[in-house]
């Protein structure tokens, strides 16, 4: 293809398959819009070499760096939204079962003072109280200072326990949880399914689903991901600005950034934010939210800048973006001149097709119209 007077070559054709299960079990932690594992597996394995710096800007959940940290990676991340480290450094510290069992066995069931919100559509009375007395729990050992990586990894699932849509997530049936709906909204729910929360044993929960993070670990793993999480610079702030970086110390960045203003991270996150004690507000007022092409444009070309600064000679970036507005709006084409600006070569694009038998989702959009997904890669080098 030619963008702004420039030939780019397009490969095509499906590079990894999408069958959740080849992903590592230590993924599975929902994010809104977040993309799967093989993606940055297969830069990591072409691009990057063990001990590698590779960074994500834009990191949510994290599966860049846990990804990298599998493969003995180093990793940078940075997110706007302070939801992302929390639920990524405890995935560099998985526990063990019964240290665990142990620690959950020092959480109380019942909290210190009685909550001051009310979310009785989501909860039944004795959950909310131990979900309050997790939260409470939680803030006590940060303000003695002894939070450790298993009060994180605690926090960290209960976190993506919140709310869901079957009985292994604290809440009565509601939205995935990654996207918490309104407590008004809920009550509509509620009403039309003729439903109300029903108590879920919410350590027994979080026990069930840390088994099933770690099921995949193998005994060397455990260790290579505790040295690379030790080493990792985890990062909460606008990409654009990353001064604990190094110049040229990043070997490839492999990224998705937000869209437009497709993905509403803050709303969907409220829940969440309260759990963890997380100005909602101010996290929405930092991300990249920007309705129109060019203000986005504008956001993107300041990374890009930042990227170049701190991408290694011969150095890479893989820039995944998705399908916008039913494809009518191609972003590929609008980060090439963004990215070559910067100081970029365009190597190629590089479109991953995927044929799928069931609803498939890209960027948390439903995509039933047709029998493919795509995800559109931009790839860059600094030479
Ligand atoms: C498409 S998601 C990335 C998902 C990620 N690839 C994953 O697998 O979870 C985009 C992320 O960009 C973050 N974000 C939005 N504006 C930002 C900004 N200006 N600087 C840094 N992060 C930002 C959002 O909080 C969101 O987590």
């Not at 819009?33 to 940055?40: D, G, R, S, V, Y």
């Not at 590698?52 to 940075?78: C, H, K, M, Q």
């Not at 994180?152 to 993506?160: C, E, H, K, L, P």
């Not at 365009?346 to 995927?354: A, E, R």
Request: one cysteine or more; charged letters at 25%.
């Amino acid at each position: 293809m030619e963008v702004s007077g420039i030939k780019v070559r397009v490969a095509e054709g499906e590079f990894w398959t999408s069958k959740q299960r080849d992903g590592h079990s230590l993924h599975e932690i929902s994010y809104r819009a977040c993309f799967k594992p093989q993606l940055p597996h297969f830069f990591l394995e072409h691009l990057s070499r063990p001990g590698d710096w590779i960074y994500d800007p834009f990191s949510g959940r994290g599966t860049t760096a846990i990804e990298s940290g599998l493969l003995s990676r180093n990793v940078i991340t940075n997110d706007a939204n302070p939801l992302s480290a929390l639920l990524t450094i405890p995935r560099f510290f998985p526990p063990a079962r019964d240290e665990l069992h142990k620690r959950l066995e020092d959480i109380p069931l019942v909290p210190e003072t009685e909550p001051d919100l009310d979310l009785s559509m989501f909860y039944d009375k004795k959950t909310f109280g131990e979900i309050s007395a997790i939260r409470d729990y939680i803030s006590e050992r940060q303000k003695d200072g002894v939070y450790d990586e298993l009060d994180g990894w605690v926090r960290m699932v209960a976190t993506n326990r919140l709310t869901g849509h079957s009985p292994g997530f604290f809440s009565v049936y509601t939205l995935p949880p990654n996207q918490a709906v309104s407590p008004e909204r809920q009550k509509i729910i509620n009403e039309k399914l003729q439903q109300s929360p029903q108590y879920r044993d919410t350590h027994k929960i979080l026990e069930k689903k840390s088994a099933r993070l770690i099921s995949d670990l193998k005994p060397g793993e455990k260790l290579r991901l505790s040295e690379i999480g030790r080493k990792g610079i985890f990062l909460t702030g606008d990409a654009r600005t990353t001064p604990q970086i190094d110049d040229e110390s990043v070997t490839i960045t492999i990224t998705s950034p937000p869209f437009l203003n497709i993905v509403q991270y803050s709303k969907d996150n409220w829940l969440r934010c309260w759990f963890n004690g997380i100005d909602g507000e101010k996290v929405a007022g930092s991300l990249t939210l920007t309705p129109t092409v060019s203000k986005w444009e504008e956001v993107m070309g300041s990374v890009f800048k930042e990227l170049y600064r701190i991408t290694k000679p011969e150095g890479h970036v893989a820039f995944e973006v998705g399908e916008v507005r039913k494809g009518s709006i191609k972003l590929d084409e609008h980060v090439i001149p963004l990215a070559l600006s910067a100081g970029f070569e365009c190597s190629l694009v590089l479109v991953q097709t995927q044929n799928f038998t069931k609803t498939a989702h890209i960027w948390g959009i439903s995509n039933n119209s047709g029998g493919t997904n795509t995800n559109r890669i931009v790839l860059l080098q600094k030479n």
